[in-house]
């Protein structure tokens, strides 16, 4: 058996017993017929690009590197033992892990060898939507759109005025928590565009931070979050699984998950800082409460241009509910075509002057973001300590196992929402569950991913 023979039996049945135990990530999208490449919504966007050599060759990598970062969590939830015992490996001596790296590389040097099949490559590239046509089909979209908008239109109302007013006294029994990031770690002696213009410094110009660089970015932007607490609902904490096998949120030790992401805009790749909280529940407002249901949390996005400032900030539940896009200094948001919905933009955001943080104020319960203001660095506030959001993808369980927070389909398992049975004709699977990165439809009506390459690129205009 030849090399590459070898190694596509390999990845034929690693992805089988993937999918026979139900441990598929959901956060990227399998190429056909290329079981070592794996794309998503911005990788697959650069195929609409003339690339030289060298660009193509670091796109395949890319996308090769996105299947190894996959299967390295996908092969530590079915547990490297049970891979070495299941699946061919054409390279005995090596764990499965470094299997996937070797036989993935001699599968991108044969496609670079061949010109053909990296044309057949680039039109394979494709990520399916977050939508579901068939839902919309049968639940006659064309005419309950027509109630969807008039909800989100009430919504928006609604989420728009709490940033026209300055806070209320808090309820009887509430506090108001602030959690701030981490004391600073020792700066790197560069500013931030010049940090920015070194991490891009490669064939598709995508700045790709690392070690102390990623971790001065995300502290440089890192938010204080301001949430009136009523209850345990309204305290931040890590995610974990407990002994019945459910998700819970441990509120003693408050974190902050942090991703980087990347969209195009004007042409150029720019760099995305993602913080990510999570709450034990969203609590019943009433005995009919559809939005109610057990975890809840809040996905803050910082844009940077080339030059290092916000172009824009955005968030998101981890639902992908509640859109919101907060335009940097020079940039005002075009609202999309007719029978879009139309997006939620309360203030365009001034960067905080030197000495100062944005502060998120979130609202008890709903967590709904109510306003974003800057304010100094020395508030009082409590510390919340720094996660990797790939831990959620592989937490430990009671019994030493690990299990991805997120399923298949990329839904949190026991998160549904009685407001699925009344939203489905939408598309949006399972609307008010939990979520994975990459699987965020962000409208009920039109179509949007908060991962979409072009999102802010279609939304953002010079003033």
């Known amino acids: ?30 190429l056909p017929g290329s079981p070592y490449l794996r794309s998503d919504r911005f990788l697959a966007s650069f195929r609409r690009n003339d690339l030289g050599p060298v660009a193509q060759a670091q796109w395949l990598e890319r ?31 090596l764990e499965p892990e470094e299997v996937v790296g070797t036989c993935g590389r001699q599968l991108v040097a044969r496609d670079l060898t061949q010109p053909e099949r990296v044309e057949r490559l680039k039109a394979a590239v494709t990520t399916p939507d977050a939508y579901s046509g068939w839902h919309r089909m049968v639940g006659l979209y064309p005419l309950t759109r027509l109630a969807l908008e008039q909800g989100v239109a009430v919504l928006h109302r609604r ?19 602030r959690y701030a990031p981490p004391a600073r770690t020792e700066p ?18 995508i ?16 938010p204080v979050w301001e949430i009136e607490a009523l209850s345990s609902a309204d305290r931040i904490g890590a995610v974990e699984w407990r002994n019945d096998g459910l998700p819970t949120v441990r509120v003693d030790s408050p974190v902050v998950y942090r991703f980087v992401t990347h969209t195009r805009f004007r042409g150029e790749s720019l ?41 824009a900030y955005d968030s998101i539940h981890p639902c992908g509910c509640y859109y919101q896009v ?64 790939e831990e959620l993808l592989a937490m430990r369980t009671s019994r030493g196992s690990r299990r991805s927070l997120f399923g298949p389909d990329g839904l949190v398992p026991h998160t549904q929402r009685i407001e699925r049975f009344l939203l489905w004709p939408s598309g949006v699977p399972s609307p008010g569950a939990m979520r994975r990165i990459g699987t965020h439809a ?21 003033l």
């Open 1 to 30: 058996m030849s090399p590459t023979a070898g190694c596509e039996r390999f990845f034929a049945e690693l992805d089988a017993l993937t999918e026979l135990a139900g441990a598929r990530d959901a956060g990227s999208y399998r």
């Open 63 to 93: 996308l090769r590197a996105l299947d190894a970062a996959s299967r390295r969590v996908e092969i530590a939830n079915l547990g490297q033992a049970t891979v070495a015992r299941a699946v061919f490996s054409p390279f005995p001596g």
């Open 159 to 177: 989420l728009r005025a709490a940033f026209a007013v300055t806070p209320g006294p808090l309820s009887q029994g509430g506090q108001r928590l």
């Open 188 to 205: 790197i002696p560069d500013t931030i565009p010049a940090l920015l213009a070194r991490v891009a410094q490669n064939p598709l110009a």
């Open 207 to 222: 700045p790709d931070p690392r070690g102390s660089e990623r971790r001065r970015l995300f502290e440089t932007f890192a």
């Open 271 to 311: 760099l995305q800082l993602n913080y990510l909280i999570w709450f034990p529940r969203r609590p019943a407002q009433h005995w009919l409460d559809i939005y109610a249901g057990d975890l809840d949390g809040l996905i803050w996005r910082v844009t940077l241009d080339r030059q290092g400032a916000p172009l």
């Open 326 to 389: 907060f335009p940097g200094l020079g940039y005002r948001v075009q609202q999309p075509a007719l029978h879009s919905e139309p997006v939620l933009s309360p203030a365009p955001l001034l960067p905080p002057r030197p000495g100062q943080r944005l502060v998120l104020r979130i609202s008890a319960g709903e967590h709904y973001l109510q306003a974003v203001y800057a304010d100094t660095e020395e508030l009082p506030a409590q510390r919340y300590a720094w996660r990797e959001h």
């Open 442 to 462: 962000i409208a009920l009506v039109g179509r949007r991913h908060f991962d979409d390459a072009d999102l802010l690129d279609s939304l953002l205009r010079p």
